[in-house]
Protein backbone atom coordinates (compact mmCIF):
# COMPACT_ATOMS: atom_id res chain seq x y z
CA UNK A 1 0.00 0.00 0.00
CA UNK A 2 1.61 3.50 -0.99
CA UNK A 3 2.79 5.52 2.01
CA UNK A 4 -0.08 7.97 1.24
CA UNK A 5 -2.66 5.32 1.32
CA UNK A 6 -1.77 4.12 4.09
CA UNK A 7 -1.62 7.36 6.39
CA UNK A 8 -5.28 8.17 5.26
CA UNK A 9 -6.48 4.67 6.02
CA UNK A 10 -4.33 5.38 9.58
CA UNK A 11 -6.17 8.71 9.71
CA UNK A 12 -9.78 7.32 8.93
CA UNK A 13 -9.39 4.39 11.46
CA UNK A 14 -8.71 7.01 13.70
CA UNK A 15 -11.86 9.10 12.96
CA UNK A 16 -13.80 5.78 12.49
CA UNK A 17 -13.24 4.59 16.51
CA UNK A 18 -13.35 8.36 17.61
CA UNK A 19 -17.14 8.11 16.12
CA UNK A 20 -17.76 4.19 16.18
CA UNK A 21 -16.87 3.99 19.87
CA UNK A 22 -19.67 6.25 20.57
CA UNK A 23 -21.93 5.60 18.05
CA UNK A 24 -21.89 2.01 19.27
CA UNK A 25 -23.42 3.34 22.76
CA UNK A 26 -25.89 6.00 20.73
CA UNK A 27 -26.69 2.96 18.81
CA UNK A 28 -28.26 0.79 21.89
CA UNK A 29 -30.55 3.64 22.46
CA UNK A 30 -32.38 2.70 20.11
CA UNK A 31 -33.52 -1.39 20.72
CA UNK A 32 -33.47 -0.04 24.23
CA UNK A 33 -35.79 3.01 23.77
CA UNK A 34 -38.02 0.70 21.47
CA UNK A 35 -38.32 -1.40 24.29
CA UNK A 36 -39.42 0.59 27.09
CA UNK A 37 -41.70 3.11 24.88
CA UNK A 38 -44.73 2.02 22.85
CA UNK A 39 -44.57 3.53 19.37
CA UNK A 40 -46.76 6.30 20.34
CA UNK A 41 -44.31 7.66 22.89
CA UNK A 42 -41.19 6.70 20.13
CA UNK A 43 -43.11 8.86 17.92
CA UNK A 44 -43.58 11.66 20.00
CA UNK A 45 -39.73 11.71 21.21
CA UNK A 46 -38.63 10.95 17.26
CA UNK A 47 -40.87 14.19 16.73
CA UNK A 48 -39.42 16.79 19.05
CA UNK A 49 -35.66 15.27 18.22
CA UNK A 50 -35.94 15.76 14.42
CA UNK A 51 -37.08 19.28 15.27
CA UNK A 52 -34.28 20.27 16.90
CA UNK A 53 -32.32 18.69 14.31
CA UNK A 54 -33.62 20.71 12.01
CA UNK A 55 -32.95 24.24 13.88
CA UNK A 56 -30.04 22.73 14.77
CA UNK A 57 -28.92 22.34 11.07
CA UNK A 58 -30.62 25.66 10.31
CA UNK A 59 -29.30 28.11 13.04
CA UNK A 60 -25.98 26.80 14.34
CA UNK A 61 -24.44 24.31 11.81
CA UNK A 62 -22.91 27.35 9.37
CA UNK A 63 -20.74 28.15 12.54
CA UNK A 64 -19.66 24.54 12.73
CA UNK A 65 -18.86 24.38 9.20
CA UNK A 66 -16.86 27.42 9.18
CA UNK A 67 -14.88 26.71 12.02
CA UNK A 68 -13.47 23.81 10.41
CA UNK A 69 -13.08 25.66 6.98
CA UNK A 70 -11.16 28.84 7.94
CA UNK A 71 -9.43 27.34 11.04
CA UNK A 72 -6.15 25.91 8.49
CA UNK A 73 -6.57 29.48 7.24
CA UNK A 74 -5.55 31.30 10.21
CA UNK A 75 -2.03 30.21 10.44
CA UNK A 76 -2.00 29.89 14.32
CA UNK A 77 -4.08 32.88 15.43
CA UNK A 78 -7.95 31.67 15.61
CA UNK A 79 -8.61 34.39 18.24
CA UNK A 80 -10.91 36.65 15.56
CA UNK A 81 -12.45 33.34 14.32
CA UNK A 82 -13.51 31.71 17.53
CA UNK A 83 -14.64 34.89 19.26
CA UNK A 84 -16.82 35.65 16.54
CA UNK A 85 -18.09 31.85 16.23
CA UNK A 86 -18.64 31.64 19.95
CA UNK A 87 -20.76 35.17 20.48
CA UNK A 88 -23.03 34.30 17.26
CA UNK A 89 -23.51 30.73 18.94
CA UNK A 90 -24.76 33.02 22.41
CA UNK A 91 -26.35 35.27 20.62
CA UNK A 92 -28.62 32.68 19.06
CA UNK A 93 -29.16 30.60 22.08
CA UNK A 94 -30.21 33.76 23.44
CA UNK A 95 -32.72 34.26 20.50
CA UNK A 96 -34.19 31.03 21.27
CA UNK A 97 -34.91 31.80 24.74
CA UNK A 98 -36.79 34.82 23.50
CA UNK A 99 -39.04 32.81 21.47
CA UNK A 100 -39.41 30.44 24.38
CA UNK A 101 -40.76 32.91 26.56
CA UNK A 102 -43.25 34.21 23.79
CA UNK A 103 -44.44 31.16 24.04
CA UNK A 104 -44.99 31.13 27.56
CA UNK A 105 -46.56 34.12 27.39
CA UNK A 106 -49.35 33.43 24.80
CA UNK A 107 -52.39 32.32 26.62
CA UNK A 108 -53.70 30.46 23.85
CA UNK A 109 -49.85 28.44 23.15
CA UNK A 110 -49.92 26.75 26.67
CA UNK A 111 -50.24 23.72 25.34
CA UNK A 112 -46.92 24.12 23.90
CA UNK A 113 -45.01 25.26 26.66
CA UNK A 114 -43.42 22.41 28.18
CA UNK A 115 -42.58 20.64 24.66
CA UNK A 116 -40.72 24.35 23.25
CA UNK A 117 -39.20 24.59 26.81
CA UNK A 118 -37.38 20.94 26.53
CA UNK A 119 -36.46 21.79 22.65
CA UNK A 120 -34.61 24.42 23.66
CA UNK A 121 -33.33 23.01 26.37
CA UNK A 122 -31.70 20.54 23.77
CA UNK A 123 -30.97 22.95 20.98
CA UNK A 124 -28.95 25.40 23.57
CA UNK A 125 -26.70 22.78 24.55
CA UNK A 126 -26.13 20.24 21.33
CA UNK A 127 -24.88 23.30 18.98
CA UNK A 128 -22.93 24.41 21.65
CA UNK A 129 -21.32 21.02 22.58
CA UNK A 130 -20.48 19.91 18.90
CA UNK A 131 -19.21 23.64 18.01
CA UNK A 132 -16.82 22.71 20.85
CA UNK A 133 -15.68 19.04 19.40
CA UNK A 134 -15.34 20.75 15.97
CA UNK A 135 -11.89 22.44 17.77
CA UNK A 136 -10.78 18.72 18.14
CA UNK A 137 -11.85 17.76 14.86
CA UNK A 138 -10.35 20.52 12.86
CA UNK A 139 -7.01 20.74 15.06
CA UNK A 140 -6.78 16.63 14.28
CA UNK A 141 -7.48 15.10 17.71
CA UNK A 142 -8.98 11.79 17.26
CA UNK A 143 -8.41 10.64 20.61
CA UNK A 144 -9.78 14.12 22.52
CA UNK A 145 -12.90 13.72 20.05
CA UNK A 146 -13.40 10.69 20.59
CA UNK A 147 -13.32 10.98 24.48
CA UNK A 148 -16.11 13.88 24.24
CA UNK A 149 -18.07 12.05 21.80
CA UNK A 150 -17.62 8.74 24.21
CA UNK A 151 -19.26 10.85 27.09
CA UNK A 152 -22.33 12.43 25.27
CA UNK A 153 -23.45 9.00 24.09
CA UNK A 154 -22.52 7.42 27.37
CA UNK A 155 -24.43 10.16 29.69
CA UNK A 156 -27.39 10.46 26.53
CA UNK A 157 -28.65 6.50 26.42
CA UNK A 158 -27.85 6.09 30.16
CA UNK A 159 -29.81 8.63 31.48
CA UNK A 160 -32.03 8.08 28.50
CA UNK A 161 -33.07 4.89 30.18
CA UNK A 162 -32.94 5.92 34.07
CA UNK A 163 -35.30 8.91 33.50
CA UNK A 164 -37.61 6.55 31.53
CA UNK A 165 -37.41 3.90 34.26
CA UNK A 166 -38.15 7.02 36.86
CA UNK A 167 -41.96 7.08 35.27
CA UNK A 168 -40.76 10.39 32.84
CA UNK A 169 -42.02 8.62 29.81
CA UNK A 170 -40.69 9.84 26.57
CA UNK A 171 -39.82 13.48 28.06
CA UNK A 172 -37.06 10.78 29.66
CA UNK A 173 -34.46 10.81 26.89
CA UNK A 174 -35.02 14.59 26.28
CA UNK A 175 -33.82 15.31 29.25
CA UNK A 176 -30.95 12.96 29.34
CA UNK A 177 -30.05 14.50 26.10
CA UNK A 178 -30.01 18.05 27.27
CA UNK A 179 -27.87 17.01 30.37
CA UNK A 180 -25.41 14.50 28.12
CA UNK A 181 -24.43 17.38 25.89
CA UNK A 182 -23.96 20.28 28.38
CA UNK A 183 -21.82 18.30 31.05
CA UNK A 184 -18.62 17.62 28.12
CA UNK A 185 -19.69 20.86 26.73
CA UNK A 186 -18.59 22.85 29.82
CA UNK A 187 -15.73 20.54 29.99
CA UNK A 188 -14.47 21.48 26.44
CA UNK A 189 -14.90 25.25 27.00
CA UNK A 190 -12.51 24.98 29.72
CA UNK A 191 -10.11 23.06 27.55
CA UNK A 192 -9.99 25.14 24.37
CA UNK A 193 -12.11 28.05 24.45
CA UNK A 194 -11.67 29.64 28.58
CA UNK A 195 -9.83 32.77 27.25
CA UNK A 196 -12.19 33.05 24.13
CA UNK A 197 -13.79 36.89 24.37
CA UNK A 198 -16.78 37.80 23.66
CA UNK A 199 -17.18 40.09 20.60
CA UNK A 200 -17.73 39.87 16.43
CA UNK A 201 -15.10 40.62 13.96
CA UNK A 202 -16.81 41.93 10.97
CA UNK A 203 -14.79 40.96 8.24
CA UNK A 204 -14.70 37.37 9.85
CA UNK A 205 -18.07 37.41 10.15
CA UNK A 206 -19.24 38.41 6.56
CA UNK A 207 -16.59 35.65 5.11
CA UNK A 208 -18.32 33.10 7.65
CA UNK A 209 -22.12 34.00 6.29
CA UNK A 210 -20.83 34.06 3.12
CA UNK A 211 -19.84 30.53 3.01
CA UNK A 212 -21.83 28.57 6.25
CA UNK A 213 -25.22 30.33 5.93
CA UNK A 214 -25.83 28.49 2.51
CA UNK A 215 -24.30 25.43 3.90
CA UNK A 216 -26.91 25.93 6.70
CA UNK A 217 -29.71 25.77 4.48
CA UNK A 218 -28.43 22.40 2.88
CA UNK A 219 -27.62 20.55 5.57
CA UNK A 220 -31.69 22.05 7.23
CA UNK A 221 -33.07 21.13 3.68
CA UNK A 222 -31.70 17.54 3.99
CA UNK A 223 -33.25 17.56 7.17
CA UNK A 224 -36.13 18.03 5.55
CA UNK A 225 -35.87 15.52 3.13
CA UNK A 226 -34.91 12.75 6.04
CA UNK A 227 -37.52 13.74 8.25
CA UNK A 228 -40.66 15.29 6.53
CA UNK A 229 -41.79 12.26 6.04
CA UNK A 230 -42.18 11.75 9.60
CA UNK A 231 -44.14 14.68 10.05
CA UNK A 232 -46.17 13.68 7.27
CA UNK A 233 -46.82 10.39 8.49
CA UNK A 234 -47.62 11.24 11.97
CA UNK A 235 -50.87 13.33 10.24
CA UNK A 236 -52.08 10.86 7.83
CA UNK A 237 -51.06 7.40 9.98
CA UNK A 238 -50.96 8.77 12.95
CA UNK A 239 -48.28 8.85 15.81
CA UNK A 240 -47.21 5.08 15.83
CA UNK A 241 -46.57 4.44 12.64
CA UNK A 242 -44.83 7.81 12.78
CA UNK A 243 -42.20 6.19 15.61
CA UNK A 244 -42.43 2.77 13.86
CA UNK A 245 -40.68 4.65 10.46
CA UNK A 246 -38.69 6.96 12.83
CA UNK A 247 -36.89 3.34 14.68
CA UNK A 248 -36.55 1.47 11.21
CA UNK A 249 -34.92 5.00 9.82
CA UNK A 250 -32.88 5.92 12.66
CA UNK A 251 -31.51 2.39 13.29
CA UNK A 252 -30.47 1.97 9.67
CA UNK A 253 -29.09 5.58 8.99
CA UNK A 254 -26.90 5.78 11.96
CA UNK A 255 -25.11 2.20 11.26
CA UNK A 256 -24.24 3.26 7.79
CA UNK A 257 -23.98 7.06 8.03
CA UNK A 258 -21.40 6.67 11.18
CA UNK A 259 -18.99 4.81 8.77
CA UNK A 260 -19.36 7.55 6.30
CA UNK A 261 -19.32 10.38 8.70
CA UNK A 262 -15.92 8.87 10.12
CA UNK A 263 -14.19 8.92 7.10
CA UNK A 264 -15.14 12.40 5.68
CA UNK A 265 -14.33 13.59 9.16
CA UNK A 266 -10.44 12.19 9.04
CA UNK A 267 -10.21 13.11 5.07
CA UNK A 268 -12.16 16.73 4.76
CA UNK A 269 -10.05 18.54 7.15
CA UNK A 270 -6.81 17.20 5.18
CA UNK A 271 -8.15 18.29 2.08
CA UNK A 272 -9.36 21.43 2.74
CA UNK A 273 -5.23 22.09 4.71
CA UNK A 274 -4.35 20.80 1.36
CA UNK A 275 -6.26 23.37 -0.96
CA UNK A 276 -5.19 26.35 1.26
CA UNK A 277 -1.17 25.05 1.22
CA UNK A 278 -0.84 22.78 -1.89
CA UNK A 279 -3.30 23.70 -4.55
CA UNK A 280 -6.37 21.87 -6.43
CA UNK A 281 -4.22 19.23 -7.28
CA UNK A 282 -3.35 18.27 -3.92
CA UNK A 283 -6.83 18.47 -2.38
CA UNK A 284 -8.18 16.10 -5.21
CA UNK A 285 -5.90 13.88 -4.79
CA UNK A 286 -7.10 13.62 -0.84
CA UNK A 287 -10.80 13.77 -2.01
CA UNK A 288 -10.00 10.53 -4.15
CA UNK A 289 -9.14 8.70 -1.15
CA UNK A 290 -12.00 9.91 0.52
CA UNK A 291 -14.78 8.51 -2.21
CA UNK A 292 -12.75 5.09 -2.51
CA UNK A 293 -13.50 4.32 1.64
CA UNK A 294 -16.68 6.06 1.36
CA UNK A 295 -17.20 3.16 -1.50
CA UNK A 296 -15.21 0.58 0.30
CA UNK A 297 -17.27 1.04 3.77
CA UNK A 298 -20.95 1.97 2.07
CA UNK A 299 -21.56 -0.66 -0.60
CA UNK A 300 -20.84 -3.81 1.00
CA UNK A 301 -22.90 -1.95 3.89
CA UNK A 302 -25.96 -0.95 2.33
CA UNK A 303 -26.08 -4.96 0.64
CA UNK A 304 -25.70 -6.34 4.31
CA UNK A 305 -28.52 -4.12 5.58
CA UNK A 306 -30.33 -5.21 2.40
CA UNK A 307 -30.19 -9.32 3.06
CA UNK A 308 -30.13 -9.07 6.79
CA UNK A 309 -33.17 -7.13 7.63
CA UNK A 310 -35.10 -9.95 9.05
CA UNK A 311 -32.63 -10.50 11.26
CA UNK A 312 -31.46 -7.09 12.49
CA UNK A 313 -34.96 -6.08 13.23
CA UNK A 314 -35.77 -9.46 15.14
CA UNK A 315 -32.49 -8.91 17.29
CA UNK A 316 -32.44 -4.56 18.03
CA UNK A 317 -36.07 -3.30 17.78
CA UNK A 318 -38.89 -4.19 19.70
CA UNK A 319 -41.50 -6.74 18.50
CA UNK A 320 -44.25 -4.07 17.72
CA UNK A 321 -41.50 -2.51 15.25
CA UNK A 322 -40.29 -5.01 13.71
CA UNK A 323 -42.54 -6.42 10.86
CA UNK A 324 -42.90 -3.15 9.45
CA UNK A 325 -39.34 -1.86 9.75
CA UNK A 326 -37.65 -5.41 7.86
CA UNK A 327 -40.05 -3.91 4.81
CA UNK A 328 -38.59 -0.29 4.38
CA UNK A 329 -35.26 -1.07 5.50
CA UNK A 330 -33.62 -2.27 2.28
CA UNK A 331 -35.22 1.00 0.90
CA UNK A 332 -33.71 3.35 3.77
CA UNK A 333 -30.12 1.65 3.24
CA UNK A 334 -29.81 2.77 -0.25
CA UNK A 335 -31.20 7.02 0.36
CA UNK A 336 -28.55 6.76 3.12
CA UNK A 337 -25.66 5.45 1.22
CA UNK A 338 -26.51 7.77 -1.89
CA UNK A 339 -27.20 10.89 0.43
CA UNK A 340 -24.34 10.06 2.53
CA UNK A 341 -22.11 10.07 -0.55
CA UNK A 342 -23.56 13.29 -1.50
CA UNK A 343 -22.80 14.93 1.21
CA UNK A 344 -19.64 13.56 2.13
CA UNK A 345 -17.83 13.49 -1.12
CA UNK A 346 -19.69 15.68 -3.67
CA UNK A 347 -20.86 18.57 -2.05
CA UNK A 348 -17.12 19.34 -1.31
CA UNK A 349 -16.79 20.69 -4.95
CA UNK A 350 -18.65 23.82 -4.03
CA UNK A 351 -16.55 24.18 -0.61
CA UNK A 352 -13.45 24.03 -1.67
CA UNK A 353 -14.30 27.19 -4.15
CA UNK A 354 -16.93 28.78 -1.43
CA UNK A 355 -19.68 28.14 -4.02
CA UNK A 356 -22.16 26.98 -1.20
CA UNK A 357 -25.12 28.84 -2.44
CA UNK A 358 -25.43 26.28 -5.35
CA UNK A 359 -25.57 23.27 -2.70
CA UNK A 360 -29.04 25.32 -1.13
CA UNK A 361 -31.09 25.03 -4.97
CA UNK A 362 -29.86 21.86 -5.67
CA UNK A 363 -31.15 20.62 -1.80
CA UNK A 364 -34.36 22.61 -2.22
CA UNK A 365 -35.28 21.15 -5.48
CA UNK A 366 -35.23 17.63 -3.94
CA UNK A 367 -36.87 18.47 -0.76
CA UNK A 368 -40.19 19.84 -2.77
CA UNK A 369 -39.81 16.75 -4.22
CA UNK A 370 -39.87 14.84 -1.16
CA UNK A 371 -42.46 16.35 0.30
CA UNK A 372 -44.70 16.24 -2.64
CA UNK A 373 -43.60 12.64 -3.21
CA UNK A 374 -44.44 11.69 0.40
CA UNK A 375 -47.89 13.31 0.40
CA UNK A 376 -48.73 11.74 -2.95
CA UNK A 377 -47.50 8.49 -1.93
CA UNK A 378 -47.97 7.62 2.25
CA UNK A 379 -51.72 7.57 2.38
CA UNK A 380 -51.96 4.85 -0.18
CA UNK A 381 -48.65 2.93 0.16
CA UNK A 382 -48.23 3.99 3.99
CA UNK A 383 -44.39 4.03 5.59
CA UNK A 384 -43.16 2.32 2.36
CA UNK A 385 -44.12 5.06 -0.24
CA UNK A 386 -42.20 7.36 2.19
CA UNK A 387 -38.75 5.48 2.17
CA UNK A 388 -39.37 5.13 -1.69
CA UNK A 389 -39.84 8.63 -1.72
CA UNK A 390 -37.05 9.66 0.24
CA UNK A 391 -34.48 7.48 -2.14
CA UNK A 392 -36.10 9.27 -5.74
CA UNK A 393 -35.03 12.86 -3.81
CA UNK A 394 -31.61 11.50 -2.75
CA UNK A 395 -30.97 10.32 -6.28
CA UNK A 396 -32.28 13.65 -8.04
CA UNK A 397 -29.53 16.03 -5.50
CA UNK A 398 -26.57 13.44 -5.98
CA UNK A 399 -26.98 13.87 -9.38
CA UNK A 400 -27.37 17.31 -9.76
CA UNK A 401 -24.66 18.40 -7.14
CA UNK A 402 -22.43 15.60 -9.50
CA UNK A 403 -23.30 18.11 -12.99
CA UNK A 404 -22.89 21.11 -11.38
CA UNK A 405 -20.06 20.75 -9.18
CA UNK A 406 -17.57 19.48 -11.93
CA UNK A 407 -18.06 22.74 -13.11
CA UNK A 408 -16.15 24.41 -10.54
CA UNK A 409 -14.09 21.49 -8.94
CA UNK A 410 -14.28 18.21 -10.32
CA UNK A 411 -13.79 15.69 -7.96
CA UNK A 412 -12.04 12.24 -9.03
CA UNK A 413 -14.07 8.69 -9.28
CA UNK A 414 -12.01 5.74 -8.35
CA UNK A 415 -13.38 3.74 -11.12
CA UNK A 416 -11.16 0.90 -10.98
CA UNK A 417 -11.17 1.21 -7.22
CA UNK A 418 -15.00 1.03 -7.31
CA UNK A 419 -15.33 -2.50 -9.52
CA UNK A 420 -13.53 -3.90 -6.67
CA UNK A 421 -15.43 -2.88 -4.00
CA UNK A 422 -18.58 -3.71 -6.82
CA UNK A 423 -17.55 -7.07 -7.42
CA UNK A 424 -16.31 -7.96 -4.06
CA UNK A 425 -19.87 -6.89 -2.30
CA UNK A 426 -21.51 -9.01 -5.18
CA UNK A 427 -19.46 -11.92 -4.01
CA UNK A 428 -20.56 -11.33 -0.15
CA UNK A 429 -24.12 -11.23 -0.96
CA UNK A 430 -24.13 -14.19 -2.25
CA UNK A 431 -22.60 -15.75 0.80
CA UNK A 432 -25.21 -13.59 3.00
CA UNK A 433 -28.50 -14.80 0.95
CA UNK A 434 -28.23 -18.52 1.54
CA UNK A 435 -27.88 -16.95 5.28
CA UNK A 436 -31.14 -14.88 5.45
CA UNK A 437 -33.32 -16.59 7.06
CA UNK A 438 -31.22 -17.27 10.17
CA UNK A 439 -32.46 -15.18 13.31
CA UNK A 440 -31.17 -14.66 16.45
CA UNK A 441 -27.75 -12.92 17.77
CA UNK A 442 -25.25 -15.92 17.74
CA UNK A 443 -26.99 -16.04 13.55
CA UNK A 444 -26.38 -12.42 13.03
CA UNK A 445 -23.39 -12.45 14.42
CA UNK A 446 -21.96 -15.48 12.01
CA UNK A 447 -23.41 -14.19 9.23
CA UNK A 448 -21.99 -10.50 9.50
CA UNK A 449 -18.57 -12.79 10.49
CA UNK A 450 -18.72 -14.51 7.32
CA UNK A 451 -19.68 -11.47 5.30
CA UNK A 452 -16.81 -9.11 6.44
CA UNK A 453 -14.88 -11.96 5.97
CA UNK A 454 -15.18 -12.63 2.48
CA UNK A 455 -15.38 -9.40 1.79
CA UNK A 456 -12.15 -8.37 3.06
CA UNK A 457 -10.77 -12.04 0.95
CA UNK A 458 -11.97 -10.52 -1.67
CA UNK A 459 -10.45 -7.37 -1.80
CA UNK A 460 -6.85 -8.35 -0.62
CA UNK A 461 -7.29 -10.92 -3.77
CA UNK A 462 -8.36 -8.02 -5.89
CA UNK A 463 -5.36 -6.15 -4.71
CA UNK A 464 -7.65 -3.49 -3.30
CA UNK A 465 -5.67 -0.19 -2.08
CA UNK A 466 -2.44 -2.62 -2.43
CA UNK A 467 -3.88 -4.36 0.00
CA UNK A 468 -2.18 -7.78 -1.31
CA UNK A 469 1.25 -6.44 -1.58
CA UNK A 470 0.74 -5.63 2.30
CA UNK A 471 -0.26 -8.97 3.28
CA UNK A 472 2.22 -10.49 0.93
CA UNK A 473 4.64 -8.36 2.80
CA UNK A 474 4.11 -9.03 6.39
CA UNK A 475 3.41 -12.96 6.14
CA UNK A 476 6.79 -13.20 4.57
CA UNK A 477 8.25 -10.51 6.75
CA UNK A 478 9.56 -8.87 3.91
CA UNK A 479 11.65 -11.42 2.54
CA UNK A 480 10.06 -11.35 -0.95
CA UNK A 481 11.02 -7.12 -0.68
CA UNK A 482 14.90 -7.61 0.09
CA UNK A 483 15.30 -10.92 -2.02
CA UNK A 484 13.85 -8.47 -5.28
CA UNK A 485 15.98 -6.16 -4.12
CA UNK A 486 19.20 -8.34 -4.44
CA UNK A 487 18.15 -9.71 -7.60
CA UNK A 488 18.25 -6.50 -9.29
CA UNK A 489 21.58 -5.41 -7.43
CA UNK A 490 22.99 -8.48 -8.46
CA UNK A 491 21.96 -7.91 -12.15
Not at 289 to 315: D, E, K, Q, Y
Not at 456 to 480: A, E, I, K, P, Y
Request: charged letters at 10%; glycine letters at 8%.
Amino acid sequence: MQTGSKNIVRHAGAYLLARGVPGIISFLAIPLFTRLLDPDGYGNYTLVTTTVGLINALAFQWLRLSFVRYLPACKGKPEKLKSTLLTCQLLLVALGALVVLGIWVIPTAHAWRSVSLVCWLVTAVQPTFELFCEQARATIQPRYYMGLQLTRAALTTGLGVAFIKLGMGWWGPLLGMAVANALPAIYAFGHDWRGTRVGIDPATLRAVCRYGIPLSLTVALAIVISSSDRYIIAYFLGKGPAGIYAAAVDFTSQTLTLLMMAISLAILPLAMKAYEEHGADAAREQMRHNATLLLAVGVPAVVGLMLLAGNISHCFLGKDFRQEATRIMPIIALGTFLAGYKAYHLDSAFQFVHRTIYQVWIVLIAAVVNVALNLLMVRPYGIIGAAGASVVAYVISMLLTAAYGRKHFALPFPTADFLKVLAASIAMAAALYVLRDYRGSLALALQVGAGGMLYGLMLVSLNFLDLRSVVVHRLTGGRSQRTAVVAAAAS
